[in-house]
């Protein structure tokens, strides 16, 4: 049924053993409150909510007056939903994937790779990387959120390889030493870190787990007799050691930032940037792919050679991977992320207490509607009836449709809208 263009998701949870247990997952919170009669058991762990029609987590659609089951049936019948610009430039497919994460134990050491990459991977070994796309991503922060971005400025490393000889013993001397000449040439810098890091990354398998395991009982000794152990990074360390024992992946807290943000503050994640999730909840956009080039922190299939090859060594402070939002001017309430690729945009929609009637604007292409937090009910022309909107809820809107909230909850909404504004 065509006419009707703005209609309620359920969407797919993926229960990876990282995500936070239970009733402590942003994602089972917001599962339970977009439908109060869901079941959410207490020892499973609550990952991800994927919002979207990716073929590994297609979202049904919660309107009997559709006959389509899935967003991505419903879209492959009717792409002008999409919007014209969209459905050309990407083939009449929705092109992101709008996600909420809950990290409890560290997401692997990865980076995803650009389109060239991606098409190649994809070609020679599908059973790894499923599809041909890109996957840029951001995440933006629900509660405070922890990660590992993009290398550290090369002081600090340097400072590390002096602090932390086992970390020294990994890379060598001759790496480091090149690193410490090549400060201030960035064409040399480049090379002289990766150098550096394909060091580690390839060191023998007992000569690391040696290096590791000094180092954890040194730091751990250190820690019990009342020392700083902040030159070793020694919180951390210890941390990532107890979810993943005797994994090279520990040592990259040494070369990559470690990034936290505040609800409301977002990183973005472009191709070939190193990154890790460590802790806490998040809003996630990406491209509509699931391809991830591994190296640590991970039983899945690491492929050390080709993330070493492809990262981008460009040192940068933590406080320059945090991607700001900007306040749409024409609407006092939207706090715009607009990454620097077209596939995705994320809105923040913040609708103060004092008002009782809020109209999310048509745009020209579809979009995916998450409330977080307030209740409204919800009325757009071509719903063709009112929507119920409480904290869970997800609605997709079609190109050019509005959608109006008549708010019921005291202290106004929080929503986030996934679009892509070409």
């Known amino acids: 049924m065509e006419e009707v263009r703005v209609f309620p998701l359920e969407c797919v949870v993926q229960k990876y053993a990282w995500g936070k247990v239970g009733l402590n997952s942003e994602v089972a919170k917001l599962v339970l409150g977009g439908d109060p009669l869901a079941v959410i058991e207490d020892g499973q762990p609550y990952a991800e909510l994927w919002m979207g029609a990716h073929p590994k987590g297609d979202a049904l659609i919660k309107d009997n007056r559709i006959s389509q089951r899935t967003l991505g049936q419903w879209i492959a019948d009717y792409p002008a939903c999409l919007g014209s610009k969209v459905k050309d430039t990407f083939q009449g497919q929705l092109p992101f994937l709008f996600k909420v994460l809950s990290v409890n134990t560290a997401l692997s050491i990865q980076a995803h790779p650009n389109r060239e990459l991606a098409a190649r991977l994809h070609a020679q070994f599908p059973e ?44 060598g001397n001759e790496a480091a030493e090149e690193l410490r000449s090549s400060v201030g040439e960035a064409g040399r810098l480049a090379l002289a870190l990766k150098k550096c890091f394909t ?32 030159s070793s990074n020694g919180e951390l360390l210890l941390r990532l050691h107890s ?57 899945k299939f690491i492929d050390v050679g080709t993330l070493c090859e492809m990262l981008s060594y460009s040192p940068a402070p933590a406080s320059a991977k945090i991607f700001p939002s900007v306040q749409d001017p024409s609407d006092p309430c939207v706090f715009l992320y607009d990454p620097p690729v077209p596939d995705f945009t994320v809105m923040r929609i913040q609708v103060p207490g004092s008002a009782k009637q809020y109209t999310v604007a048509s745009v020209d ?25 409480r904290r869970g809820s997800v609605v997709f809107i079609s190109a050019n449709e509005s959608v109006a909230l008549h708010i019921t909850s005291p202290s106004g909404m929080t929503l986030f809208r996934a679009c892509c504004l070409l």
């Open 128 to 171: 790894h990387y499923p599809d041909n796309n890109h996957k840029p991503e951001m995440a933006i922060a629900l509660t405070p959120f922890e990660g590992l971005c993009g290398f550290r400025p090369v002081e600090e490393i340097l400072g590390f390889l002096k602090s932390v000889p086992e970390f020294h013993a990994l890379v």
């Open 199 to 230: 060091r580690m990354m390839n060191c023998e398998k007992k000569v690391f787990v040696d290096q590791l395991n000094m180092l954890v009982k040194r730091v751990s000794e250190e820690g019990a007799a009342g020392k700083d152990t902040s």
């Open 243 to 299: 979810q993943f024992p005797g994994d090279i992946g520990c040592f990259s807290i040494y070369f990559l930032n470690r990034v936290m943000l505040q609800p409301g503050e977002a990183m973005f994640l472009g191709a070939n940037e190193p990154h890790a999730y460590l802790f806490g909840d998040c809003i996630e956009c990406m491209a509509c792919s699931d391809n991830t080039v591994r190296a640590g922190l991970t039983p």
């Open 365 to 389: 292409c579809a979009g995916i509607l998450l409330v977080v937090q307030g209740e409204a009910t919800a009325t757009a022309a071509s719903a063709l009836s009112d929507m119920a909107l």
